[in-house]
């Protein structure tokens, strides 16, 4: 995800520095005294459940945090197979709107909406999107990043399932 909005632009430097900081909270528990309870999704969930820290309001729970990466997980899983599927000469600015859309937009209020729908037109095209892949890597790595996209759908669709039995999918 970091690479992916590193591409897009510095506009969207907020989006990295907002991932790389829930990172930073889901290591902070991994290392903490309860570290061992933060060993998988499974079992952070649990514990977390257990010990009713899921809505902690003084501390982002690991729950939420992770909530908040899967959310973003899905919109970047769209972006990429959107961006696979569209044509040559395709705006990035349209084929990001429509998966930001279909994705983060649900849990995000109407002026944080607006603002993204804004600075989406800052955006390469698709072409220079996959220039810029290209560039930083090699051929091969637009196949990659793609096939990343697909991995993306299968993580974000296990975890789904598990914030879905645990009926955590509104945590605010």
Avoid: C
Avoid at 40 to 60: L, P, R
Wanted: hydrophobic share 35%; no cysteine; glycine share 6%.
């Amino acid at each position: 995800m970091k690479r992916l909005f590193g591409l897009l632009g510095s506009i969207f430097g907020f989006v990295v520095s907002d991932v790389v900081e829930k990172i930073g909270i889901l290591r902070d528990y991994r290392k903490s005294p309860d570290g061992e309870h933060y060993i998988s999704v499974q079992s952070m969930i649990k514990y977390e459940v257990q010990q009713n820290i899921t809505d902690n309001k003084k501390k982002e729970s690991g729950s939420r945090t992770l909530l908040r990466l899967h959310r973003a997980m899905e919109f970047t899983a769209q972006l990429m197979k959107d961006v696979r599927n569209a044509e040559d000469g395709g705006k990035m600015s349209s084929i990001t709107r429509t998966a930001y859309d279909a994705t983060l937009s649900k849990h995000h209020p109407w002026l944080i909406r607006k603002g993204v729908h804004v600075a989406m037109y800052t955006l390469p095209s698709r072409k220079q999107l996959l220039e810029k892949i290209m560039m930083a890597n090699d051929q091969s790595k637009v196949e990659d990043l793609m096939e990343a996209a697909k991995l993306q759908q299968q993580m974000y669709d296990v975890i789904q399932d598990i914030y879905k039995t645990e009926k955590l999918l509104n945590l605010p």
